[in-house]
């Protein structure tokens, strides 16, 4: 049985945002999620997720509630 994930992605939509959101789109599970935030169009919902999980730059990748490298 494949584990589906819950990915969340946080750019600027820099060129190595875009990058990192690239490769993580092809390399997307079936059933996997996968949620871009833009920074740059920052909304109290972001800023509340940002201070969340923890997020103090970009890109950052959220797999399954933990910030990942």
Do not use: W
Request: net charge positive.
């Amino acid at each position: 049985m494949k584990q589906h994930h819950t990915i969340k992605i946080f750019s600027a939509n820099c060129p190595l945002c875009r990058h990192i959101t690239d490769d993580i789109e092809i390399g997307n599970c079936e059933g996997c999620s996968q949620t871009v935030y833009d920074v740059n169009n920052i909304t109290e919902g972001i800023k509340v997720k940002m201070k969340d999980y923890g997020v103090k730059a970009v890109p950052t990748t959220i797999i399954d509630g933990k910030i990942k490298l």
